[in-house]
Structures are given as structure tokens and as C-alpha cells.
């Protein structure tokens, strides 16, 4: 079953930090994670892919998939369309916001495996993204993370 859809993730930080480019953009930068010297009330990432997922599924009672156990596995690729930081926090007695738009050398395809299992419209899922967050040596201390996402879903699958 071939698909498309959309992957927005958010990425929270300690209040207290955010992310910045170091160095010069497109020649040898990286990605640090900064202390904020505001009064922050809330920091995060928010990475949005174009995903196109390719998986096998099995219902054990196709007649009656609302009451039937389900399972699925598979392997999603996706393109980032938009990331940016957003940091609200407290200046002079009022609440700010500010959105940095950058591509903070996060990889620009991305590619994992994931895998489903319920009862009804409600089921379990795990997704392991196989490729790096950041572009290689070029994230926070110039490591690589890779994401592990797990949930609950409730819905048609």
C-alpha cells in the first residue's frame, strides 16, 4: 500500500536553549544549541517532511477490520519542505514570539522504517528514521542523531 502524507515533527528544547548556525552558511558551518538570555517560556524545532510511505498489511478478519486485529510494516521517504526554530518568551512584562527560518543543515531527505499493530482503529506505532537528523558532523557537537517515534493512533488505518 503506497501512500503520501505529511511529517511534522517538533523537536522541544529546554527553555533555556535554541538552535543557531555557527560559522559561515554553506561553507564550514554547524548547528549548536545556544543558551537564550531572554526569559523563555517555550523552544522547539519544527521539521516538516513530504512523506511517501510503501508498507504490508494483514487484517485477520478482513470483514469486520473495526473489530479485528491489524498489523503493518513498512518503510517511509521523505523530502523537508520547511524547517524553523520558535522561541516564546517574556520581555518588558509581554510575551514574545520569534520563528528563525533556516535549514540548520538538517538532511534534506530522509528515510526509515516503522511498524503498526492494533485492534479496531486504535493501534501502536514505531518509526525509526535510518538517516541522520543533521547533515553529517554538522549537528550539535558535530555528532549525528538519528529519531525514534512511538504513539498511540487512534483512526482507519
Known amino acids: 500500500h503506497p501512500g503520501i502524507g505529511l511529517g511534522l515533527d517538533h523537536f522541544k528544547f529546554n527553555n533555556e536553549h535554541t538552535l543557531v548556525i555557527v560559522g559561515t552558511p554553506g561553507g564550514d558551518d ?3 544549541i545556544v543558551r537564550i538570555h531572554a526569559d523563555p517560556r517555550k523552544s522547539m524545532l519544527m521539521t ?8 504490508l498489511r494483514f487484517t485477520a478478519n478482513p ?10 510494516i513498512g518503510a517511509r521517504g521523505g523530502y523537508l519542505f520547511n524547517a524553523h526554530t520558535k522561541v516564546k518568551y517574556k520581555e518588558g512584562g509581554e510575551m514574545k514570539k520569534t520563528k528563525q527560518h533556516e535549514n540548520f543543515n ?5 528515510y526509515g522504517v516503522y511498524a503498526r499493530f492494533g485492534v479496531g ?7 525509526y528514521n ?12 558535530k555528532k549525528d542523531f538519528n529519531t525514534i517515534t ?8
Do not use: C, H, W
Open 121 to 127: 482503529n486504535v493501534t501502536l506505532f514505531g518509526y
Open 130 to 141: 535510518m538517516s541522520p537528523l543533521f547533515k553529517t558532523g554538522r549537528g550539535p557537537g
Open 63 to 72: 470483514d469486520d477490520p473495526a473489530r479485528s486485529f491489524k498489523i503493518a
Open 30 to 32: 554547524s548547528t549548536s
Open 48 to 55: 516538516n517532511y513530504v512523506d511517501i510511505p510503501v508498507e
Open 106 to 110: 538538517l538532511n534534506q531527505f530522509r
Open 150 to 157: 512511538a504513539g498511540i493512533s487512534i483512526g482507519g488505518f
